[in-house]
């Protein structure tokens, strides 16, 4: 979702990219029958979410404003991070879960939900930055671009999540 609504990939959603991102969220695909007046009340609404979730007040939205907003579902990954060994079951359903094109491999959008979600589990918040630090540590400890389940397997151990901590950290 990210990706695809900040045109300008500057890891922020400014007023315009939000609305846009609002529009296609709550407005009927047939807008020949919005009028005016629905127009000026949608443009209050954006307005209004914008100055009440705009943390910093900086007149964009961050990564992690925006989950704040939308209340992201719990993090896939929570049951499986931490678990002494992880089952050829649990790495088919993390790979079906972030591989929306069905090719056996998790890279570019699905790449930074599948890090996006092991920083959130491990408390930090989610910004441009943190996520793609956390996919160049990745590539750097699978030693590919793309995720496959011998890769998640890997980079899912106790040692490798600490490394990636680390990366965030710096």
């Known amino acids: ?12 959603l400014e007023y ?3 609305c846009q991102f609002m529009k ?4 009927k695909k047939d807008t020949s029958n919005i009028t005016a007046k629905e127009v000026e009340k949608y443009t209050r609404d954006m307005i ?22 939308l209340k992201l579902e719990r993090n896939f990954l929570d049951k499986t991070i931490g678990q002494q060994s992880i089952t050829d079951k649990q790495i088919k359903a993390i790979l079906s879960h972030y591989n929306s094109n069905a090719d056996s491999t998790i890279e570019g959008p699905e790449l930074h939900a599948f890090i996006g979600d092991i ?12 996520t793609e630090a956390g996919i160049t ?8 671009d793309t995720i496959d389940t011998a890769a998640i397997r890997c980079l899912l ?13 710096n």
């Open 1 to 12: 979702v990210w990706f695809h609504y900040d045109k300008d990939m500057n890891g922020y």
């Open 16 to 18: 315009v990219e939000f």
């Open 24 to 27: 296609d969220l709550f407005v």
């Open 48 to 69: 209004e979410i914008m100055e009440t979730h705009d943390e910093n007040n900086d007149g964009k939205f961050e990564m992690s404003e925006l989950a704040n907003l």
């Open 119 to 130: 920083a959130r589990h491990l408390g930090l918040k989610l910004s441009l930055p943190v």
């Open 137 to 144: 540590r990745t590539k750097e400890i699978v030693g590919t």
């Open 157 to 169: 151990t106790a040692e490798n999540i600490q490394k990636l901590k680390t990366s965030f950290d």
